[in-house]
């Protein structure tokens, strides 16, 4: 479609990067030459255009997804586009992965870390602390590479009033969980965490 010279200039200001303003001038001198309906169409488009990018942007929920925003705009922005984007639940989502022990979301939890609040960090703990019995090596490869990560913290039930039932359940599934890895890596911190293990069941116990 041929547009005529006043729109054509309307329509090149509307391929100018972020930012862009319609002129007043423009639309008064476009609407003296020709008729509403035959502007509408231009109306549309400019109202698409200037229409701005929101904030928060839902990301697809994969490790490698995450990952490559991760390391493209840094981890407090993908941080933020989980937990106040179209789809805010983005955040209970991916620690629902992290919970499973998967080293992948292993990978991407250490990388969120750099990027959390106090809010989100403390969620973030305790998603690991419930992978702990699932993946040990995993979970204490990335004790104390954060302040809210230390071993005491993950290995210490950092759980919100848990239900006596469940806490029992992990703590012991934790127990049997450390006492049959075999890591070299983290035979240091497989010790410490026991032994934090066994302390949370003799209080649980009393």
């Known amino acids: 479609m041929v547009l005529p010279e006043t729109h054509r200039k309307a329509v090149l200001f509307l391929d100018q990067p972020s930012g862009i303003k ?16 035959k502007m509408l169409p231009y109306c549309l488009l400019a109202a698409m255009a200037c ?4 904030a928060g942007e839902s990301l697809p929920l994969t490790s490698q997804a995450i990952t490559k925003d991760i390391e493209s705009n840094g981890a407090k922005v993908t941080v933020q586009k989980l ?29 969120l870390a750099d990027g959390t609040d106090a809010g989100t960090s403390e969620s973030l703990q305790i998603a690991l602390a ?71 069941i003799s209080e649980s116990s009393n």
């Open 51 to 54: 229409t701005p990018t929101i």
């Open 130 to 200: 419930t992978a702990l019995p699932r993946n040990p090596g995993g979970v204490l490869q990335l004790t104390g590479t954060q302040s809210f990560l230390s071993l005491e913290d993950i290995c210490g039930a950092p759980f919100i009033e848990p239900e006596p039932a469940y806490l029992k359940r992990y703590l012991t599934e934790t127990r049997q969980s450390l006492n049959n890895l075999r890591d070299a890596r983290v035979e240091q911190q497989r010790t410490k965490c026991l032994a934090e293990i066994e302390k949370a």
């Open 83 to 111: 937990i106040s984007g179209k789809h805010p639940r983005q955040w209970e989502l991916v620690l629902k992965k992290i919970k499973t022990g998967d080293s992948r979301w292993l990978a991407v939890a250490k990388g």
């Open 22 to 37: 319609f002129p007043l001038a423009v639309i008064v001198s476009l609407l003296s030459q020709t008729s509403i309906m």
